[in-house]
């Protein structure tokens, strides 16, 4: 089966310093990937070359086989990468509906006026009410970003990811600043993208228990190199993973 996306030999140098190095990687349609490691090991510059808010030295980025390494950010979201920060209050002072609703109309190519093609495609808003009921947003359907908690800005975010109905979710700690309680749903939200089985999900985590159970498979970088890739269980429990992750010295 041919990745719903991949980098083949991905690179990034700033000066001397090489963040992310030579990294092959695929990503099978239907599976969450964690890709995890310490401070500094190049997982967002990873997610940033991906989504194309940074340009490479040298490797590609292909998504359904079609090479998109070239693209400026904006172009390979209509080629099917969503990066939930990339849609973020997309109109802060608009209700969460109208925020969804503007990346209902974008997806169905309809335009962005704010209201001519609104008022006149009810199925738009349709869809767009459909996505709030999906994410538990529903009862703030006319409150403004700004206004909302912060677990349901995060919760806003995969709203607008869902909306946009991309091939590859992408998400860079997406519990990170969560209150113990707004936690579970948004990876509830996360999980419910995996289980539909039609879409290819990325996570970048440092809480093991969210990666232990969301992840069909985990990736590790270590001062921007791949230094471990299989399933959650295998990984964790390898050596280098003790040692560069955990941080724990692993027997001679």
């Given amino acids: 089966m041919e990745p719903a996306l ?3 030999g991905l690179t990034i140098r700033f000066g001397g310093h090489v963040a992310v190095n030579d990294v092959s990687c695929g990503f099978a349609p239907g599976t969450l990937t964690a890709i995890v490691g310490p401070n500094g090991a190049g997982k967002t510059t990873y997610f ?8 490479a030295s040298a490797g590609q980025v292909l998504v359904g086989g079609q090479d998109i390494t070239t693209l400026p950010a904006s172009a390979r979201t209509r080629q099917g990468l969503g990066r939930a920060f990339q849609l973020t209050n997309l109109f802060p002072q608009l209700s969460a509906l109208e925020n969804v609703r503007l990346a209902v109309q974008s997806r169905a190519e309809a335009g962005w006026s704010l209201f001519r093609v609104w008022n006149d495609r009810r199925d738009l808003i349709e869809k767009a009410e459909a996505v709030l009921e999906r994410v538990r947003l529903a009862d703030k359907r006319n409150v403004a970003p700004a206004a909302l908690s912060h677990g349901d800005q995060r919760k806003l975010e995969v709203a607008l990811l869902i909306a946009m109905e991309p091939k590859v979710f992408m998400f860079d700690e997406p519990t990170a600043g969560m209150s113990v309680d707004e936690v579970p749903t948004v990876l509830e939200l996360i999980n419910d993208i995996k289980q539909r089985g ?3 999900v990325l996570l970048v985590e440092h809480k093991m228990d969210v990666v232990r159970s969301l992840a069909d498979r985990i990736v590790v970088l270590h001062n921007g190199v791949l230094v471990a890739d299989g399933d959650p269980a295998a990984v964790i429990a390898s050596p280098i993973v003790q040692e560069a992750y955990l941080g724990i010295e692993a027997t001679r």
């Fill in 48 to 55: 940033n070359l991906i989504s194309g808010q940074l340009r």
């Fill in 6 to 8: 991949e980098t083949r």
């Fill in 198 to 200: 039609d879409a290819t």
